[in-house]
């Protein structure tokens, strides 16, 4: 039978393990989703009808704080993801050493198909589902795949309508008019864009080098005007529909443009510009790949394409355990979704911070401040890849794995209690 999503995810940990000496509590603690609400939402619809759709809350592991991740709206959604995408959170908050557990939730609805008033009332459903699991000691919910500021501005004023009280740290990524933090919209992006920048003389790439695009959303976009800003060459976008290829470099604010306007197909064959499928930006020509879409879009049947030296992965998991091993055989240094994406969740604390102080901090303090955690941990990081000689990936499990073994090994271990 084929793995589970989870499964596959926990490879990942049986691999960190190896490089460390962990009492038996660590693994016994950290293979399985603590806590999994399943609720079935019913929305009002414009038409008059009721409609209901499956929704989840996971709260994976919480024993470094309260547990922190985004919500996805999307058709596919399922609890195996879900659980999956909060391990993940669980390594990423311990990577980034913020006092946070991992979570996350998801809809499972197709929201381009929904009024925007439609919309409203589902976010304010979800919170009326999960409101005695959230909580700003508890789960902290952010933006993901189709939610944005403006429906974590709906959540949290639901959550604050239901506790009778302002509560703006329950959830982060809020508009900034309502408690969010500056420099929160583009943080995921910055943050790897600090690392990549950070790491360039390691990983051989520099303003000049090619960088394609895979997703043109809220990470996609922001990553292609960062790179570009400093002089590299964004030759590939792509989206669900369409990848954009021009060898010479697209104009990146010609692509934002059309973006913005509903479809970047709108470029295709204009000024040299190739219009490919959407899966065609794996295997195109450039010095570093920056997938920033859906999981598993690099798995053992394309990974062979991939000519990019570097990959960033600003997506979660959208690289395959098993296109890991063929890229670490191709030399293809993917820094992970753990480490790359970070720079989200580690705003989001900014975010959560300032709303508990009540006391906002400028966006040169927030990208400093960002700029330096991206540093300091992605060099230990790198550091230990290249000590241990392991992939970058394995070195960020073994680094978060060390911090979370701690702490579960502070309540007391197996030795400990039977010696
Ligand atoms: P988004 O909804 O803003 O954008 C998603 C983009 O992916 C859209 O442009 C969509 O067209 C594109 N897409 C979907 N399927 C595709 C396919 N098969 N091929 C190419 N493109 C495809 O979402 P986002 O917030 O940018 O999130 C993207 C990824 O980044 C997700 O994996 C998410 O979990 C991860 N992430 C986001 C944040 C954040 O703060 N937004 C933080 C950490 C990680």
């Not at 609805?109 to 999960?130: C, N, T």
């Not at 989200?344 to 901090?361: L, P």
Request: hydrophobic content about 45%; glycine content about 8%.
């Amino acid at each position: 039978m084929a793995k589970s999503q989870l499964e596959q995810a926990l490879t990942r940990l049986d691999d960190a393990a190896r490089y460390l000496d962990l009492d038996a509590d660590v693994l016994e603690k950290l293979k399985y989703p603590r806590e999994t609400t399943k609720m079935r939402l019913m929305v009002r619809m414009d038409d008059g009808s009721r409609k209901s759709f499956m929704a989840w809350r996971c709260r994976y592991d919480d024993t470094r704080g309260p547990t922190k991740g985004g919500i996805r709206f999307h058709p596919e959604a399922t609890m195996d993801e879900v659980e999956t995408l909060a391990f993940w959170m669980t390594f990423k908050c311990a990577v980034m050493n913020l006092p946070y557990g991992g979570g996350k939730g998801a809809v499972q609805v197709d929201p381009h198909a929904l009024s925007k008033a439609e919309l409203e009332r589902l976010s304010r459903a979800y919170i009326q589902a999960f409101a005695n699991v959230i909580g700003p000691d508890r789960d902290i919910p952010a933006p993901d795949v189709y939610t944005n500021a403006m429906i974590m501005g709906w959540m949290a004023d639901e959550y604050a309508n239901i506790v009778g009280k302002s509560s703006p740290a329950v959830i982060t990524g809020k508009p900034i008019a309502l408690g969010g933090s500056l420099g929160r919209e583009d943080a995921t992006a910055r943050g790897g864009f600090y690392l990549l920048r950070h790491l360039e003389r390691d990983l051989g790439v520099a303003p000049g080098s090619t960088v394609a695009i895979q997703g043109f959303g809220n990470a996609g976009t922001h990553m292609a005007r960062l790179v570009a800003d400093v002089g590299y060459r964004v030759v590939a976008v792509s989206d669900s529909r369409v990848t954009l290829y021009r060898r010479e470099g697209l104009d990146v604010d010609a692509v934002l443009a059309a973006k913005a306007g509903g479809s970047l197909a709108a470029l295709a064959g204009r000024d040299g510009v190739e219009a490919l499928p959407p899966e065609a930006i794996v295997g195109v020509d450039c010095d570093v790949l920056v997938p920033a879409a859906m999981e598993d879009l690099i798995n053992a049947a394309n990974a062979g394409e991939v000519k990019a030296r570097v990959i960033v992965e600003l997506a979660n998991g959208p690289v395959t355990p098993e296109a890991d091993e063929i890229l670490f055989r191709k030399n293809v240094v993917v820094l992970p979704d753990i480490l790359a994406n970070a720079g989200g969740v580690t705003v989001s604390y900014y975010e959560w911070v300032q709303n508990r102080q009540g006391f906002y901090w400028t966006v040169s303090e927030i990208h400093q401040r960002l700029r330096a955690n991206m540093e300091t941990e992605g060099r230990a990081i790198w550091n230990l890849a290249k000590e241990k000689n392991i992939s970058v990936r394995s070195a960020a499990y073994v680094h978060a794995l060390k911090r979370l073994a701690e702490a579960i090994e502070a309540h007391g271990t197996q030795s400990y209690f039977a010696s």
